[in-house]
């Protein structure tokens, strides 16, 4: 699939944005402050390249708190520096002192509050964004411009950014295997070289050296490669240092990191059901058999007369939404139904034995917008570049408004991040 940009009529400032972390700042929108007292005790954290489920654990570890028993509200991203709750449950008043190698690692704790409730999932009213594009054009901002206001009028394309897929963009193929069922080969795309097969530049040479060892069976080594924070990698590799099974060695995996992979998996798809919207430059139409999206609510419903909707739509109380597939997903019909079907079927979605792996990890299925609305919107030139500055509802990511304004990576769903491999399940 080539796939398109939504504002290809303009061409892409270029420039970088991510220079350094600090050019890349978001912050968290908490939907309500903690409430002040409670078992859970609520810290309001400072990351400067470190991913959310690094902070996580570095942090349960500062506190002796399973993980188990810490929350957080969303993903952030790692190459940025990034503001945002974490909840653990402890009763816990004060610090530990040794905090201070969390801010040697990039880790800063700014404010500390207790609350009745753990943070949950999606519990956010948004991220402010501000970004820093460096080395453009001197002719960017007008281009720039134009680029922002398509995006505000018709919708930013609600895509999934690049690093949902994981640093070296395999996780919706480990995904892919861990739904199937097929555990040599979730192993293989986690461990192996398969793991590099769309970021084959710049890698860690140490990473490359614990993939020759994993495909040579030298798990222990292999393992030693890693550092702690990877525990997904260290788990399963231990696993089959023991002699474990395949299946043994990817249910050792912690379920955090099962999720995020069959997440990826239907993040895949997605992507390729709003790149094949945008090639029919409808990601902002409703068609008839559409399922729309309440932006309000968050309810569904399929539709059936779309110029019964036509003042929703303008006013952008609702969209179409495509599939994140599992076995409640409500299905599309007509024109969309068909073009979803067309997706689903060439990875053999229908399947029973994928919905049911994607049960097994409470993926049940859901619909998700085909786009969203930027708000706070702000482009101001500086001496380094130009300052960006705009604000996305929860789940939606900064680097599809990256995507368009810069033009410097492929259009969403041009790069397919899952293979076409069928293999059968080895216990």
Known sequence: MAGVYLTDSVPGIGGRARAWPEDFRVEE???????????????????????????????????????????????????????????????????????????????????LARSRTRIRRGALAGNRFDILLRD????????????????TARGLPNAFGDQRFGV??????????????DWRCVLDALLGHARFSLAPDDV????????????????????KLYPPSWEAERRALSRLEQGASPR?????????????????????????CIARRLEARAHDRIWAGD??????????????????????LERFNVSPAGPLIGRKLIEARGEAGKLERS??????????GILDGLERLKLHGSRRPYRIQMKEVSLRPVKEGLR???????????????????????PVGAVTRIGDERGGSES
């Not at 470190?50 to 991203?77: H, N, Q």
């Not at 060695?249 to 895949?268: K, M, N, T």
């Open 136 to 151: 453009v054009a001197p002719d960017s901002e007008k281009k720039a411009r134009k680029i922002l206001d398509c995006l």
């Open 343 to 352: 997706v689903l079927d060439s990875f053999g979605v229908g399947d029973p």
């Open 204 to 223: 860690d040479a140490r990473l490359l050296e614990a993939a020759r060892k994993y495909e040579a069976e030298d798990f222990k080594e292999a393992r």
């Open 291 to 312: 399922v729309i999206f309440h932006h309000e609510t968050g309810k569904t419903r399929r539709v059936g007369a779309p110029e019964a909707e036509a003042l929703a």
């Open 168 to 181: 070296h963009g395999h996780t919706a193929q480990v995904g892919f295997a861990l739904v199937r069922g």
């Open 248 to 272: 043994q060695a990817v249910a050792s995996i912690p379920l955090r990191e099962r999720v995020l992979y069959g997440g990826a998996f239907q993040a895949c798809v997605f992507n390729l």
């Open 29 to 111: 929108i908490p939907p309500a402050p903690p409430s002040g007292d409670g078992e859970h005790l609520h810290l309001w954290v400072e990351k400067r390249g470190v991913s959310t489920i690094e902070a996580l654990r570095a942090l349960c570890r500062l506190l002796d708190v399973p993980e188990a028993e810490a929350g957080y509200a969303g993903m952030k991203d790692a190459n940025a520096v990034t503001r945002q709750w974490f909840s653990f449950r402890t009763k816990t008043q004060k610090i530990p002192d040794t905090v201070s190698r969390l801010e040697q690692e990039g880790i800063r704790i700014l404010e």
């Open 388 to 410: 960006l500055g705009f604000m996305l509802p929860p789940g939606s990511y900064a680097s599809e408004v990256l995507r368009e304004l810069t033009k410097n990576e492929p």
